[in-house]
């Protein structure tokens, strides 16, 4: 066996491009049609298509943290009201809700699948809260039925932060296809598909989908494509409001509409990768994911391990430090919000009030599981990880 040492560097994230995607984006550079155009338009029919409903409305974005800004303004949230947001995300959850001039409200999580704890949130409603965005940990779907019945109960809107969370199952649908009001999906670089940088939104209101698509594009009142690529002259355009350049480009487009052909492909490898690393780990001193039997029903974003201080002898920052000395990569998913000076100071947090999100940080690590490691790279993973807990 090849020492750890000896084998180069495993970054903890690499994109998965074949060459069919970098036809299609040379294929639309040459088209001479860049921006928002044909590409765009057909990535968000093929996503719809794609998550059964072909009557869903899907706007093209230039990032998730875009749709979700464009979601929470088009359901009317703005100074005054609360939003409650798990304190386990990423910042631009609760960032958006901010630039509408509302009020993030954090919300502790589930100790085993670390999304939105459903309890914890009704002792934080109030008279002001106005919509709840559930996020779709590491691919973990939250569970649809009780997203909906706790926003019926309490009268909100939803929501759904889905960044980690494509293709999978809650359910009977895949996420994206659900009665919340929006649900969003991220297309970054180190996502289960990529654009390399984009998103999608995705709603049911005809009404919700023209504000976003008009707001995506400074409030102008017709798509740039639809003006651009008439041969009749159509000019002249409405500014309805004032509003942003999240606009999704062609160029990205046209390597999301490959990657959404291979993203069932893709979700199978990262659940093989896990496959393994489930039966490698599952004498260590860690807690592993729970892995359920439908190959749909986790995304497999991430493979979150959480390291048993007392039994391993070691915190999570010095497995950390011990992975990277063994080449590779390893990152951690994610601080919770509580603990980020900003929202700790602006919002007067105090850690005692997220007991779960607290303790499960200081213990939890991501280990690399994207879709195009070869076996040798996961038995590169899974060496590094016994060596490092062994002793």
């Not at 036809?23 to 338009?41: D, E, F, K, Q, Y």
Request: aromatic share 8%; charged share 25%; glycine share 6%.
């Amino acid at each position: 066996m090849t020492d750890a040492t000896e084998r180069p560097f495993l970054p903890f994230a690499r994109p998965d491009i074949t060459e069919e995607e970098i036809s299609a984006v040379t294929a639309t550079i040459r088209s001479g049609w860049l921006t928002t155009g044909p590409n765009s338009a057909a990535f968000e029919k093929e996503m719809a298509e794609f998550l059964g409903d072909s009557e869903l409305h899907c706007i093209a974005v230039n990032s998730a943290t875009a749709g979700l800004h464009l979601a929470v303004e088009a359901l009317g949230v703005g100074p005054g009201d609360e939003v409650l947001v798990p304190t386990w995300t990423f910042t631009s959850t609760a960032e958006v809700v901010r630039y509408v001039g509302a009020e993030p409200v954090m919300v502790d999580v589930d100790a085993e699948t670390l999304n939105i704890d459903f309890d914890d949130a009704a002792r934080r409603v109030s008279s002001r809260t106005k919509a709840i965005m559930p996020v779709h940990i590491a691919g973990v779907p939250v569970d649809v039925q009780a997203l909906t019945a706790f926003a019926e109960e309490h009268d909100l809107r939803v929501v759904e932060d889905a960044a980690h969370a494509f293709p999978v199952r809650s359910g009977d649908a895949l996420v994206g296809n659900s009665t919340s009001d929006a649900v969003v999906f991220s297309f970054y670089a180190t996502k289960t598909i990529t654009t390399g940088e984009g998103g999608m939104v995705m709603v049911r209101s005809a009404e919700l989908a023209s504000r976003m698509r008009a707001m995506r594009l400074h409030g102008i009142s017709r798509d740039v494509f639809n003006r651009y690529n008439s041969k009749v002259p159509a000019w002249r355009y409405e500014v309805i409001a004032p509003g942003f350049k999240y606009n999704l480009p062609d160029t990205a487009a046209a390597m999301g509409r490959v990657q959404l052909q291979r993203a069932v492909e893709m979700r199978d490898n990262r659940r093989r990768i896990a496959l393994r690393y489930l039966e490698a780990f599952a004498d260590l001193p860690v807690e592993l994911p729970t892995c359920p039997e439908a190959r749909d029903a986790h995304a497999w974003h991430l493979f979150m391990l959480r390291v048993d201080q007392d039994r391993a002898g070691l915190h999570r920052d010095e497995f950390i430090e011990r992975m990277s000395a063994e080449n590779v990569g390893t990152s951690v998913h994610f601080i919770p919000l509580h603990l980020h000076p900003y929202w700790k100071e602006s919002l007067g947090l105090d850690s005692n009030d997220f007991p779960v999100a607290t303790r499960e940080f200081e213990r939890t690590v991501s280990l690399p599981i994207f879709s195009s490691m070869t076996d040798e790279d996961v038995s590169q993973v899974i060496d590094a990880v016994r060596k490092v807990l062994a002793g």
